[in-house]
């Protein structure tokens, strides 16, 4: 097997591979900036230098020529090279920074270079936390500069697009954004400009970066020249939780981190999965960080006389089970939603065959033409596969407007029908319709009972995607009911960790008054003596994966240790529609 | 301003793209043929350039602005590169410009009000041996400069006339 010399061990390898990322894929480190393993490689930033050398083969016999001590003879390039450009051979033998001074002293010069006309500004600098500008000028660059003469002075607080701006003066031209916008969204918005010290990125006259996918650039970016017009200067890096997530405004299930800070979630950023979004998500998924913190339903409420009143959750429970006993369980109509999780899905489900009620049915979200064939799809809902491979009975539009009109009593899973025109707010007013809702919407207004539940920010619970592939969230933020510390799930920050209750920056006032569906529904089931009870959206999976067949196999930990498991197809989805 | 391309510009943009095998190494030579119709690639033209070749608009500038010799806003008839590098500094680059700018009534870097002339500060122009020095619109260079000389050249260029070409000969070595 071909074999490569990294500071003196040896590594064998199979394949193709460039340096840097091999290097990186060995747990070692090299410093760099432009280098990205989704795009192409530029090298332009120079600081992944590293001493290579390949050895000598006498050309007749094919051996390796060796010296007096029974070495091999290394023949080193006559520079310095960059890593992440040059592709590993058989038999190399590379000296990064960790044993060579040369190349030590080589990042070391190179970092001086590129902080020459870098401002000082970390202190109230976006990236400062997270930049790979400060973390290796830290490690490898030198203690101070030798440049006595001012700074290049470029634009500063350039609005690149609605949603992009531009610190020209941080800029490293690295042209991570260019290729992004070149290579990867392909709308060709961005380009460096000007030469010498005096060029940054920047779009063409007259035009704004208004790509879909523009805030991806703000990631990649080494530095803080590109930063979010939304989260700047929202919060430090270093204060927030970071918690794997699973994108829910469309069916694609992008994988992202929710960034939180005493219970709100600041910011959205993608989470890498080769199979699904690679580095990247648009920027519409980042938007939703408000679903989860504004608007949102705290505590239950009931119409009372035409208006809705704030209830308990005793009185919404009692209410809600009170009118469930009125029904015949035939006259009960369960609305599923593929805006909801596969836990809630299965749970409402369980409930409804437990009523002896008709099985759910559910419509899914779909605009035609809204996708474009990389992360932006048709459906606007998370779950619209899970819907279908539990086996919920899938209706048009019309035909759910026809079965609502139809019924005497409704509950609906977090769909907002009304708003999305499935059916007018005139005909869940007939039915006593029951709304879980996670955000105050146009459906929630006019129904009879609302309750609250948690939204993806708040419960670990699974989305099957587009491509039949199942992933799951993990909660960030707190509600009323729960906390960080007992769960050992969810994250923990500094100022999680060490605040307590009487700091002011800890307030109770992010934690929703809501509740997971299938705690809410293990409560009326007690109410109504069905046998059915979940504590956690685990306990509801393990129980999906032995009753349903499309999720044999399906656990938190099995997708949690491959980023997501792909459904198979079974034949009994067929038999059902 | 709408800008357009004539008939012939069209034609050579043809052949300048049929010369290399991506579109794009033709960004530099159309990029001159809009200069030579319009005098200088203001956005506008940039754009012009870039959906000719189908290219995308931010390329085409990012390409435009890393070159000086594209002027990027209007220039006059003339543009007057006056060099002003260490070589031409010492034997009086300066005092040429402060001449220059005097007798135009101009800074550098502004065009007169008939649009006849503007004056560039520049540096090096590779001609230290003839210092001081300017160059005529990207073309011409006028070398050994003194006020007379820059005077004649103002009227030589006034009257529609090229100036002269310098045949400077090499200096002798001596070889030992």
Redesign the interface.
């Given at each position: 097997m071909p074999e490569v010399f990294i500071d003196g061990k040896r590594y064998e390898y199979e394949g193709d591979h460039q340096l840097l990322q091999f290097i990186l894929d060995q747990g070692l480190e090299v410093p760099f900036f432009c280098y990205h393993p989704s795009m192409s490689i530029p090298a332009n930033c120079r600081q992944c230098m590293v001493k290579v050398g390949q050895p000598v083969k006498d050309r007749e016999s094919g051996e390796y020529e060796l010296d007096e001590n029974g070495d091999r003879v290394i023949r080193w390039f006559p520079k310095l090279q960059t890593s992440c450009n040059i592709k590993v051979a058989d038999g190399m033998v590379v000296h990064t920074q960790e044993t060579d001074e040369l190349v030590e002293r080589a990042q070391k010069d190179t970092l001086e270079f590129i902080l020459a006309n870098h401002p000082l500004d970390c202190p109230i600098c976006d990236q400062a936390g997270e930049c790979p500008l400060q973390i290796q000028t830290y490690k490898y660059g030198p203690e101070g500069s030798r440049f006595e003469v001012k700074k290049v002075h470029k634009p500063k607080r350039v609005q690149l697009g609605p949603r992009v701006i531009l610190d020209a003066e941080r800029c490293i031209n690295c042209t991570r954004c260019v290729r992004f916008?070149d290579e990867i969204s392909e709308t060709?918005?961005?380009?460096?400009?000007?030469?010498g010290d005096k060029n940054y990125p920047t779009?063409?006259?007259?035009?704004e970066f208004d790509d879909n996918y523009s805030l991806n650039t703000v990631d990649i970016c080494p530095v803080g020249a590109l930063t979010s017009a939304d989260f700047r200067f929202k919060a430090r890096v270093w204060e927030m939780n970071q918690t794997p997530s699973i994108d829910i405004t469309n069916g694609k299930g992008t994988n992202i981190d929710l960034w939180t800070r005493d219970n709100l979630v600041l910011r959205i950023t993608p989470r890498f999965n080769e199979d699904v979004n690679d580095h990247w998500m648009p920027d519409e998924g980042r938007e939703a960080y408000r679903v989860f913190n504004e608007n949102r339903v705290s505590k239950p409420a009931q119409n009372l006389d035409g208006e809705q009143v704030k209830s308990s959750w005793n009185n919404a429970l009692l209410t809600l089970a009170e009118k469930i006993e009125e029904h015949d369980g035939k006259e009960v109509l369960f609305v599923g939603s593929p805006h909801a999780s596969v836990e809630e899905n299965y749970v409402l489900m369980s409930v409804a065959n437990l009523l002896g009620a008709k099985n759910p049915v559910f419509t899914p979200h779909i605009e035609e033409g809204y996708g474009d064939g990389f992360l932006l799809t048709d459906d606007q809902a998370p779950n619209t596969n899970g819907c279908r491979a539990l086996g919920l009975d899938e209706l048009s539009a019309a035909d759910l407007k026809k079965e609502i009109t139809g019924a005497k009593m409704v509950v609906l899973l977090n769909d907002q029908l009304v708003d999305r025109n499935v059916v007018s707010a005139k005909d869940i007013e007939t039915p006593f319709t029951t709304v879980f809702a996670t955000n105050h919407s146009e459906t929630s207004k006019v129904a009879d009972l609302v309750i609250p539940i948690t939204t993806a920010a708040e419960h670990a619970a699974s989305y099957v995607n587009v491509d039949n592939r199942a992933q799951r969230t993990v909660a960030a933020k707190e509600t009323k009911y729960t906390n960080r510390r007992l769960d050992i799930e969810m994250s923990e920050g500094r100022l999680d960790r060490y605040g307590t209750s009487f700091d002011n920056w800890v307030t109770e006032d992010n934690k929703v008054d809501c509740m997971p569906f299938w705690n809410f529904t293990s409560q009326l089931a007690d109410r109504l003596g069905l046998d059915l009870s979940y504590d956690t959206g685990r306990d509801v999976m393990n129980e999906i994966s032995e009753k349903v067949p499309a999720f044999k196999g399906v656990s938190y930990s099995e997708m949690d240790a491959n980023s997501g498991i792909v459904l198979e197809e079974t034949s009994d989805k067929t038999v059902k529609s | 301003m709408a800008y357009e391309f004539t008939e012939e510009d069209l034609q050579e943009i043809e052949k300048i793209k049929a010369k290399y095998p991506e579109v794009k190494a033709a960004t530099l030579p159309v990029l001159w043929v809009a200069q030579n119709r319009f005098g200088h690639v203001e956005?506008d033209v940039?754009?012009l350039v870039?959906d000719t070749l189908g290219l995308?608009?931010?390329?085409?500038?990012?390409v435009a602005?890393?070159y000086t010799q594209y002027y990027k806003e209007k220039k006059g008839e003339h543009v007057l590169d006056v060099c002003t590098c260490l070589s031409c500094q010492l034997c009086g680059g300066y005092d040429i410009l402060e001449h220059l700018e005097n007798k135009l009534g101009i800074k550098a870097g502004e065009t007169t009000e008939d649009g006849k002339f503007s004056i560039q500060e520049v540096e090096c122009l590779g001609a230290c041996g003839y210092a001081p020095m300017l160059q005529v619109t990207n073309d011409q260079y006028v070398n050994n400069l003194t006020p007379e000389k820059v005077d004649d050249l103002i009227e030589t260029l006034k009257a529609g006339k090229e100036p002269e070409y310098d045949q400077i000969g090499m200096p002798l070595r001596k070889v030992k």
């Open positions: 916008t060709h918005q961005l380009t460096i400009v000007s030469r779009t063409a006259p007259g035009t | 956005p940039q754009k870039a995308p608009q931010a390329h085409v500038h990012g602005s890393f």
